[in-house]
């Protein structure tokens, strides 16, 4: 729909499970960035990576580790999550620096 | 306990009627600003943008104002219809760099 594509829409694991999110983007953008969207807070970047190099890191705990490969796909490996990581994970992309993103429709997650 | 989330500003309009969503932004060195539509269940959606050298855009039933003296922001949509109903976001960004910084979001009603 947007052309930035996020799999699984909705994912529930406990806090001693590995998941990975992904995100395609079909757009030719050269970034692409992680958003936490909880009910507590207003977006969170995450990451932000550029032509597959980390240029953003804000404090995020160690148990997220994101994953680039290519300008056109993005991960997010989950590994013992507690329970307030629950919330909306936004991927999205943008040709480049000063554009709008273009954002994905997010995946829900929940931990146990 | 119950999580207690994000207390969203709310306006409600009458169908038909013209909404003006306001915005604070928080660093006088931004010099892009862009408005986003979020649906539930969906990811936030481009609507439009303005850059710091402009103090008005237009779009279809849309208009952004930027008051860089007292750092405000404007969305002005026109003739609101049921679709309008969302919440809707201002991001600002600094210094061409690749981070979003968003507000925390105002949530529009249209009353038919």
């Known amino acids: 729909e947007t052309g930035v594509t996020q799999t699984p829409r909705h994912l529930v694991m406990g806090m001693t499970n590995k998941k990975s999110l992904k995100c395609e983007q079909h757009?030719?953008?050269?970034?692409m960035y992680w958003y936490k969207q909880s009910a507590k807070k207003p977006l969170e970047l995450m990451f932000v990576?550029?032509?597959?190099?980390?240029?953003e890191n804000n404090s995020v705990p160690s148990r997220f580790s994101p994953e680039c490969p290519n300008s056109s796909h993005l991960f997010l490996h989950l590994h013992t999550l507690q329970p307030e990581d629950s919330a909306l994970y936004l991927c999205?992309?943008?040709?480049?620096?000063?554009?709008?993103?273009?954002f994905g429709s997010g995946t829900r997650l929940t931990v146990v | 306990g119950e999580s207690v989330g994000l207390h969203l500003p709310t306006l409600s309009v009458q169908e038909g009627d013209n909404s003006i969503i306001n915005c604070a932004y928080s660093n006088s060195a931004s010099d892009y600003f862009i408005w986003y539509k979020q649906e539930s269940g969906k990811g936030p959606q481009f609507i439009i943008d303005?850059?710091?050298?402009?103090d008005k855009r237009q779009g279809q039933r849309v208009t952004v104002l930027l008051n860089k003296t007292v750092k405000h922001l404007s969305l002005q949509i026109a003739a609101t219809q049921p679709g309008d109903s969302a919440v809707y976001f201002c991001?600002?960004?600094?210094?061409?760099?690749?981070?979003?910084?968003f507000g925390s979001g105002t949530r529009l009603l249209v009353r038919p």
């Open positions: 303005i850059r710091s050298n402009m």
């Open positions: 999205a992309s943008s040709p480049g620096t000063a554009y709008g993103y273009t």
């Open positions: 990576y550029s032509l597959e190099e980390r240029v």
């Open positions: 991001a600002e960004n600094m210094d061409s760099s690749y981070k979003l910084i």
């Open positions: 757009l030719g953008h050269n970034a």
